[in-house]
């Protein structure tokens, strides 16, 4: 009898399909797995081994599986498990960890594990690249090879927990890459986080630019997850300026689309504002914000710039930031500052390219 794959997963209409014979049982539900199993000839259980082996011991070869019959794990040897290999990782001294994965095909991308006291957050990427080009975002700048797998992006997590040897806690989709341009993977690897690798779904955030209807379609799931969206803006004109993808799709659009994702699903959203030095960082600037998005329940992000190479932007100052706050919480808008971690390392929000070092301190 020979191993059959395991359909389904890969089957979602998206151009850059793998192109791999089989595809990868990683991401797969115990229910998905017994199935497969059963069509091997095996007795349902197998499914429930397989799923302990692949997402708790992390086995990397089905042959591995010391509970399988021997002669059947060795005609299982050729099915892919979906892991990556570490290529590089390099330690930032806040702790914060970053890693270029290796995937089947030899893309590498990035992700970044982000320890600290009760937590292990990882943010994970979606993409090779990004098409979306925001002006202040490395990964833009290098271009856009495909989307990720479901089971790739999933790797990610088990790959940071294996190495932190700790259970990952929170996962943020803030890597590199558009998720809402990947949406049947990305929505797949949420509910294998959720269910599979164990972590809730409160503490799966997924950050998007914004995509016209997809913020509408995933509210049409009811996830509990954490939806942030990258405003950046108060208005459409300075919005395009540094989100050029955001030309075919106004800011009152996509704002209707988030007040729509608040009122089907019950979940508050997080706006990301990226704050940088006399461009978007004024008072003025500060109350437009706080008119957009009064009447529904958010929350605003503010990130103050971390430098890339090929942009001038700069950080505007702590008190500059402190003010920008506090307008908005005079304004009654609830309001936090990120402090990214891992800047040294490049690993911080909006550095991640791929490449082992981008120092330019
Ligand atoms: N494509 C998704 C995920 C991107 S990264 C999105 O756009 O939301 C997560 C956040 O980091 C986004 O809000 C992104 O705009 C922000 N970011 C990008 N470049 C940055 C930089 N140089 N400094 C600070 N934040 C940055």
New binding site residues.
């Given amino acids: 009898m020979s191993a059959t794959p395991l359909v389904s997963h890969l089957d979602s209409p998206t151009p850059e399909k793998l192109d791999l014979a089989i595809p990868p049982l990683l991401g797969a539900t115990v229910a998905e797995l017994t199935a497969w199993v059963q069509q091997q000839g095996q007795p349902g259980y197998r499914g429930k081994q397989l799923h302990d082996w692949i997402y708790n011991k992390g086995v990397r070869s089905l042959a591995d599986i010391s509970v399988f019959p021997k002669d059947w794990r060795a005609e299982l040897a050729n099915i892919p498990v979906g892991r990556s290999t570490i290529h590089y990782r390099s330690v930032a001294r806040d702790g914060t960890v970053k890693y270029l994965l290796q995937l089947a095909d030899g893309q590498i991308v990035e992700t970044v594990g982000i320890p600290s006291e009760k937590r292990l957050t990882v943010c994970v990427s979606t993409q090779v690249g ?1 098409p ?1 080009a ?1 002006d ?4 833009g700048k290098g271009g856009y090879k495909r989307n990720l797998g479901r089971h790739e992006i999933v790797d990610q997590v088990l790959t940071v927990q294996e190495d932190f040897q700790q259970r990952v806690s929170h996962v943020v ?3 590199m ?3 809402l341009l990947n949406t049947d993977h990305v929505l797949a690897a949420l509910k294998s986080l959720n269910k599979d690798v164990g972590i809730g779904a409160r503490s799966l955030t997924l ?3 914004g995509i016209r209807d997809r913020i509408r379609q995933l509210a049409q799931h009811h996830l509990q997850i954490t939806l ?3 405003l ?1 803006a108060p208005n459409q004109a300075l919005r395009e300026q540094l989100i050029p993808s955001a030309r075919p799709y106004p800011l009152e659009d996509l704002l209707a689309e988030c007040r729509e994702y608040v009122e089907m699903t019950g979940r508050r959203i997080s706006f ?1 504002y ?1 704050l940088l030095a006399g461009v978007n960082d004024l008072p003025e600037h500060a109350l437009e914000l706080a008119k957009c998005l009064r009447g529904f329940q958010n929350h605003v992000n503010l ?6 190479q090929e942009v001038d ?1 700069k950080r505007p100052s702590s008190d500059r930031i402190q003010a920008f706050a506090n307008i908005l919480k005079q304004q009654q808008i609830a309001v936090s500052v990120r402090y ?1 971690r891992g800047l040294e390392a490049d690993a ?5 390219r791929a490449s082992k070092s981008n120092k330019i301190y």
């Fill in positions: 990004c979306m925001c202040f975002c490395a990964t989709f803030m890597g890459g558009e998720p950050s998007t630019v942030a969206v990258s950046h990301e990226i990130i103050p710039y971390n430098p890339i932007y990214s911080a929000c909006g550095q991640l």
